[in-house]
């Protein structure tokens, strides 16, 4: 089986391929095709992106495909910054000016923190007609300072529930355990075992 991961995230892209090896698949990903432009993330749910990458990457190389699209939905914000988590300040904004922006947006509203959750969408496609979604989220809140260097986007600034200690604050270990994707990964797996 041939697979493409429909992502140029390195960091993704090692972890899923790692756990894809004891399906003995040939695992691709985006890096692997450069002649292919990216697709804009346009749809207004996470699943809507998550299947129309899958769609257009299978279409353009014919290959059964795994795409992913994660948000950060902040109560205080109405669910914002959500499917547009990563772009929340601004087309090229970096990890570091959407957190700022948040916390501006919590200060804005003179708050420290707000409950919020991480979402996962995984969509599976093997073709146009058969294709299907998991999904793991993560409730917990956002605070209006960035704290500990581990992880990336908005780990500094999000405490999972139960725990007093910022995402990036923990190790990759203890992250990827409680985490939106480790959970939407840990139901993808279970379903390629079940088949
Ligand atoms: P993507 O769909 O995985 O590209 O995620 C969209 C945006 O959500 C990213 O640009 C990050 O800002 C944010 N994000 C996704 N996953 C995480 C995470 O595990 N921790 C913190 N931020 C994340």
Redesign the pocket.
Known sequence: MKVLIA?S?SH?IREIKSLLKKFNAEVFSLSDFPSISEIP?TGST?EE??LLKAKAYHLSTGMTVIA?????FVDALNGN?GVY????AGKNAT?EI?CDKLIAELKLRNLDFSNAY?K?VICYLENENNYKFFEGMIEGKVITQKLGYG?????PV?VPKGFVKT??ELTENE?NEI???GQAIKKFMSYLESL
Not at 68 to 72: N, R, Y
Not at 151 to 155: L, P, T
């Open positions: 992502s995230n993704k993330e996470l992106n998550a992913d699209d994660t948000g950060l910054p988590s990563a772009r929340f990890y959407n991480f996962t992880g990336f986007g908005y780990d999000f995402f990036a992250k985490s939106h994707r």
